[in-house]
């Protein structure tokens, strides 16, 4: 049966275009010394540029301003690092300069990012740029120990993706043809999360999927209950920060390791951890990373910067030096693995993670998932920043309690007292307890947020 479905995917997948010929490739460039490898980017980034020209409005202007075009109209990447950020809000000013006028002759289609920074974005994207993706999503999992069609259960959170009641038979034949399962997780009560772990256990897939909070979430309602788990051979989370107390409890409970995945709606899958785990491995033939200081300076490794991405493969709608949201962190020591692909040691978060004190200094949001999320009492979180000197956290108990506020009051004073210690005694700090907490739009949950502009 196996062999089976192996046999129908690749037949599926080679009429929709080469995505497995680009998987091929991928994996064999993988091992390419640094050198080779950026002489093939290059050469990528300037045929993007050259088309970005050619047929992109709002990148014909940019582009010369920038330097960037020589004689003929001709493009180099001499003045690169000239060419403006591409910011959120080009989607909704320029949406039609940044639309490439050669579309007709190209297999299309519109998405939307997830919104979870605020208003969602639309943009283009082609075939060529979907068979790349797909490609790198194959290989990092092939990273984690997963072929083609082994068994994949998919905790997801996005209606988007799931469409769950309204599946096409195409859909559904797609899902049976590679070997995977879909599991809802955006309202999570304990009798669902009890069947999702019967399916686990009955499927026993090779890995897992998933949105870092909702295995989260499952993780420590398992190890609660004492409920037994399958072991997959390999966990990919994606969609959110991946914190350290996360992982440590998802490979505790589910004893295996955890393979972190990054990407976004608009430019795909981006980088993606391997077996040794000292961070992500950026797909150097995909996509053109770098991370920038807030001076504008690229950042040394170690240092924290915007991550700034530039997609290789989607000439629809050009994604040129897009600044993203997140920032990161160049690791300082190349991999081990033996894969010259640049290492990003570390996501750090989004911008509007970052808390801003009366003073001006900036506090970094993770300090404050390490506070909350290490304790035991609290289910789900939420700490928002909603101006300078005022602080709101909503808090959903792990458990039912009769008087929340009286049980846990020497906890909470004490959560208080440190959250007035980062932020400043001057900062007001209102703590609730409520029954839920929503995700975003694209289902993904925020538990750091700062209304206050960090430029």
Excluded at 3 to 19: D, P, S
Excluded at 357 to 385: A, H, M, N
Aim: net charge neutral; proline share 4%.
């Amino acid at each position: 049966m196996l062999n089976l479905k192996a046999y129908a995917w690749k037949k599926r997948i080679a009429l929709q275009g080469h995505t497995l010929s680009y998987m091929q490739e991928l994996g064999q460039k993988q091992w390419l010394n640094d050198h080779q490898l950026r002489q093939l980017q290059a050469e990528k980034l300037i045929r993007l540029l050259q088309h970005a020209y050619e047929h992109v409005p709002y990148y014909r202007n940019v582009l010369q301003q920038a330097g960037i075009v020589g004689t003929g109209g001709k493009v180099s990447l001499e003045r690169f690092e000239h060419i403006p950020f591409l910011e959120r809000e080009h989607f909704h000013s320029c949406f039609d300069q940044l639309t490439s006028d050669d579309l007709i002759r190209r297999k299309w289609y519109e998405n939307w990012s997830g919104g979870s920074t605020g208003q969602p974005i639309r943009l283009l994207q082609d075939q060529v740029y979907f068979n790349w993706n797909q490609a790198l999503k194959m290989l990092f999992d092939q990273w984690s120990g997963r072929d083609l069609v082994d068994r994949q259960i998919m905790l997801w959170a996005s209606e988007r993706d799931l469409m769950v009641g309204h599946e096409t038979w195409r859909t559904c034949m797609g899902r049976w043809m590679r070997n995977e399962r879909w599991l809802n997780t955006r309202n999570m009560s304990a009798a669902r999360m009890e069947d999702y772990l019967a399916q686990i256990n009955r499927f026993q897939p090779v890995q897992l999927l998933a949105f870092v909070e909702s295995l989260y979430e499952l993780a420590r309602f398992a190890e609660e209950r004492r409920l037994p788990v399958h072991s997959p051979t390999s966990i990919m989370t994606t969609a959110s920060m991946l914190y350290p107390h996360m992982r440590d409890t998802i490979e505790r409970v589910f004893q295996a390791p955890v393979f972190n995945r990054y990407g976004s709606r608009e430019t795909g899958a981006i980088a993606c951890e391997c077996e040794v785990h000292r961070g992500l491995h950026v797909s150097m033939l995909t996509h053109y990373v770098e991370v920038i200081r807030e001076d504008g300076i690229p950042a040394q490794p170690g240092e924290r910067g915007d991550i700034v991405i530039t997609c290789l493969h989607n000439y629809a709608m050009p994604l040129i030096r897009y600044r993203i949201g997140d920032i990161g962190k160049w690791a300082d020591q190349p991999c081990s693995c033996g894969r010259w692909l640049p290492l990003l040691g570390e996501i750090t978060g989004r911008m509007n993670d970052m808390f801003v004190k009366t003073g001006g200094e900036l506090v970094d949001g993770r300090l404050f998932v390490i506070l909350l999320g290490t304790q035991p009492f609290i289910k789900k979180f939420q700490v928002v920043q909603e101006d300078m000197n005022q602080l709101s956290i909503a808090i959903v108990l792990h458990q039912d309690v009769p008087d929340p506020q009286a049980k846990y009051w020497e906890h909470v004073d004490l959560i208080r007292t440190k959250c007035q210690y980062l932020m400043g005694e001057d900062c007001q700090i209102a703590i609730m307890f409520v029954n839920e907490i929503p995700a975003t739009a694209s289902g993904k949950y925020r538990y750091t947020v700062s209304k206050v502009k960090t430029r």
